[in-house]
């Protein structure tokens, strides 16, 4: 059992002999993935896990509790732009982000439309 993308550590050769078909499907991961960004994202700019250790230690402080850094109005850059980017993009435009992009290989017009900048 395997849980990712690509075929890169798949014995593709030996699987055709034994007549077992594989398959790439990058589509499948991506917005899950996406998902799972967001979630940590959010976790670290409010810092979730720092206060939820402090609580169940006992040493809640309401004066450490405001939050240090926000996500909306703030610009995230990706380093490429497949499809986990741009389900995350797609995911972070209610935050009224500003995206920036590098991927040498990214279509132009999907950037655009994307709202991202390519730098």
């Known amino acids: 059992m395997r849980s990712g993308s690509g075929l890169d550590d798949i014995p593709v050769a030996a699987a055709k002999k034994l007549g ?31 206060h939820d250790r402090a609580v169940k230690s006992g040493q809640w402080r309401s004066e450490e509790t405001w939050a240090k850094w926000h996500v909306s109005g703030q610009t995230l850059g990706v380093i490429g732009f497949g499809l986990i980017a741009r389900h995350l993009v797609k995911m972070l435009k209610g935050f009224d982000m500003k995206f920036l992009a590098f991927d040498p290989y990214a279509d132009n017009e999907v950037l655009q439309s994307s709202g991202v900048e390519l730098t």
Do not use: D, F, G, S
């Not at 594989?22 to 896990?49: D, G, M, S």
């Open 20 to 50: 077992i078909k594989v398959l790439n499907t990058p589509e499948a991961i991506a917005e899950t993935v996406a998902e799972h960004t967001v979630a940590l994202l959010l976790a670290l700019v409010r810092q979730i896990p720092q």
